[in-house]
């Protein structure tokens, strides 16, 4: 029997299958699959945010594998293994939202008619907020959806949402679509992602030893676009939805907004909410005490649904 390994979220499981799956223009996309060695309780989808890659929720997708969940995802057009949109990788950069949303599709279509059922997506930030875009506007035939820390809206800290468009809208017509919002990646100072130090190093592990899946802070343009998107989910797009969703969230996160985390949850028609106390934005990634808890929750809402 082989010893198990000292640190599972830095090595690929075995089972794990890469590949490029190319989305409807041709553009090419990360993707990976997950199967069961025998029968699956259903297939389940995750999706992760803005500057991810598939490597950093590797505990989690072993979890869910272990409880017999066959897993695909993909990395994002313009982050981690796929595709990028500019000559400097390290910027996230998107011009308009409605493509992600489009990929998105194009793999779900993909996916469900690949895999069995019953199909539920985990999704984390952006990928909460691509998903919800998605069962919105042209629902794909899924059973239940995990929402952690949604982008339905934007936080930052000090600044009133009106002054942020402001400076959005200013950038882009002076000619600066396409440049970085900041000269630094704040991201996880402070501990803004995650309060754990040892997952904190798991990422920089990463992107030091597969620097190729790195990415730092968005454009000015990704900004943009990601305003015009969350303007989307208005509460009649919202209240069209009827897949059952869990939508999860930090109380202080201070990357999104958990006041319309909570609305959303009012207007969903089949929504539950589960709040944590502290933590940072990444609430997969935190500590265990904050995690396990969050695991055992969410597993409690699959549970009824396979």
């Known amino acids: 029997m082989n010893a198990p ?9 075995d089972g794990m299958h890469f590949t490029e799956w190319r989305a409807r223009d041709g553009w090419p996309l990360r993707s990976f699959s997950w199967p069961q060695p025998g029968a699956a309780r259903g297939s389940l989808l995750f999706l992760t945010g803005r500057g991810d890659f598939i490597e950093k929720y590797l ?3 072993i979890h869910w594998h272990r409880a017999g969940w066959t897993i695909a995802g993909f990395d994002w057009r313009g982050q981690g293994g796929s595709g990028r949109m500019l000559a400097d990788p390290l ?3 998107q011009s308009d939202f409605d493509i992600l949303v489009a990929d998105l599709a194009g793999f779900v279509d993909h996916w469900i008619a ?10 984390h930030s952006m990928g909460a907020h691509l998903t919800l875009r998605m069962l919105a506007e042209r629902p794909q035939g899924i059973d239940a959806a995990v929402l952690n820390s949604a982008m339905i809206g934007i936080r930052v800290k000090g600044v009133p949402p009106w002054l942020v468009g402001a400076l959005v809208r200013s950038a882009v017509a002076v000619g ?13 100072v402070g501990g803004r992602m995650t309060s754990c130090p040892d997952r904190r190093a798991d990422k920089m592990w990463w992107k030091a030893t597969r620097p190729e899946l790195a990415s730092g802070v968005p454009s000015w343009s990704w900004v943009r ?3 015009a998107s969350i303007a989307r989910l208005t509460d009649t797009a919202l209240g069209q939805i009827r897949t059952p969703i869990l939508l999860t969230a930090a109380r202080a996160d201070p990357i999104v907004d958990v006041g319309a985390i909570e609305h959303a949850a009012r207007v969903l028609p089949y929504a539950e909410l589960t709040i944590i106390e502290g933590g940072g934005h990444e609430i997969l990634r935190e500590v265990d005490a904050r995690r396990l808890p969050l695991l055992a929750r969410i597993d409690e809402f699959l549970d009824r649904i396979a």
């Not at 000292?6 to 690929?12: C, D, G, L, T, Y």
């Not at 600066?176 to 996880?188: E, F, K, V, Y």
Request: glycine share 4%.
């Open 114 to 123: 690949e895999t069995t059922g019953p199909h539920v997506i985990v999704a």
């Open 5 to 13: 390994l000292a640190n599972p979220r830095r090595h690929i499981p």
């Open 225 to 227: 676009a990601a305003f």
């Open 59 to 61: 505990e989690v997708l």
């Open 176 to 188: 600066l679509s396409d440049r970085r919002i900041s000269r630094r990646d704040i991201g996880d």
């Open 91 to 93: 910027i996230c950069h």
